[in-house]
C-alpha cells in the first residue's frame, strides 16, 4: 500500500529558512500535499504540486519534487512564530481519490 | 464564514454507549469524507460519500457507520466505543474536478474521549 514519511520534528530560529522533508512510496501518485495543522484545528491546504511538475513558488512557500526519488520538500522562507505547527506531507491519485497523509513535522520555531 | 463545521468540538462518551459525531458544510461539495487521527498520527481515511455512493476503506472496523441524509450533513456513528476509538475526528469535504477542485477542506474536528 501506500506509504509516506516524514521527519517528527524540526526545529528553526525566526528569520531563517525551514525545510520540511517527505518520502513517498506510491508511483501512481498524481498529486502531492502539503497541509498545516495548528493545535486544536483541522487541516489547512497550504500548496500541492502535480507530478509532472518539479518545482511550485508560491509567496514564502517552495515545494520541490525529485519524482525519481519520491522525494518532496517543502521550503518556507523567513520562518515566522506563526509557522509553528505541524506540517502534513500528502499524495493522491486525484480527483476524489483516497489522499494518503504522511505522520506529520512539527515545527517549531524559535523567536 | 465557516465552511465545514463540526459539532461537537469535544464529546465524552461511555465505553460501549454509541455516540454521533456530525459535519456540515455550506460549500455544496458532492464529496464528504471522515478520517481518524491519533495522536501523533497521521489522519487515516475511515470512509467517503460520493454524492451518495457511499465508499468504506478495508481496513474501517464495522463499529463505525456513516449516514449522509443530504449534501449539506454527514454523520458519523460509533455503535460500540472502545477506549481505541478516542482520537480526534475530522470531517473533510471536495469537489469534484480538475487542479484546485481536489483540496479537501477539513473542519476543525471533534475530539472524542472514552471514559
Known amino acids: 500500500g501506500e506509504d509516506v514519511e516524514q521527519s517528527l520534528f524540526l526545529s528553526v530560529r525566526e528569520g531563517d529558512s525551514s525545510v520540511i522533508n517527505c518520502t513517498y512510496t506510491?508511483?501512481?501518485?498524481?498529486?502531492l500535499y502539503w497541509y498545516k495543522q495548528e493545535p486544536g484545528a483541522g487541516l489547512q491546504l497550504l500548496t500541492y504540486?502535480?507530478?509532472?511538475?518539479d518545482m511550485k513558488q508560491d509567496q514564502r512557500l517552495t515545494v520541490l519534487l525529485n519524482k525519481k526519488d519520491k522525494h518532496l520538500s517543502l521550503r518556507i522562507a523567513d520562518t515566522q512564530t506563526g509557522d509553528s505547527a505541524i506540517y502534513f506531507c500528502a499524495e493522491s491519485e486525484g480527483g476524489y481519490q483516497k489522499v494518503t497523509f504522511g505522520t506529520g513535522t512539527k515545527l517549531q520555531v524559535i523567536p | 464564514d465557516a465552511m465545514v463545521i463540526q459539532n461537537p468540538r469535544y464529546q465524552v462518551t461511555q465505553f460501549g454507549k454509541p455516540v454521533t459525531l456530525s459535519c456540515s458544510q455550506t460549500l455544496n461539495h458532492n464529496v464528504m469524507y471522515w478520517y481518524q487521527q491519533k495522536s501523533s498520527q497521521a489522519p487515516k481515511l475511515l470512509f467517503h460519500y460520493y454524492d451518495k455512493d457511499f465508499n468504506n476503506e478495508a481496513d474501517t472496523p464495522d463499529n463505525f457507520q456513516s449516514r449522509r441524509p443530504n449534501t449539506s450533513f454527514c454523520f458519523l456513528d460509533i455503535r460500540s466505543p472502545g477506549l481505541g476509538d478516542a482520537a480526534m475526528y475530522l470531517c473533510?469535504?471536495?469537489?469534484?474536478?480538475?487542479?484546485?477542485?481536489?483540496?479537501?477542506?477539513f473542519g476543525p474536528g471533534t475530539r472524542l474521549t472514552v471514559t
Open positions: 506510491d508511483s501512481s501518485s498524481t498529486y
Open positions: 504540486i502535480f507530478s509532472n511538475m
Open positions: 473533510a469535504t471536495s469537489r469534484e474536478g480538475a487542479g484546485d477542485d481536489y483540496e479537501q477542506y
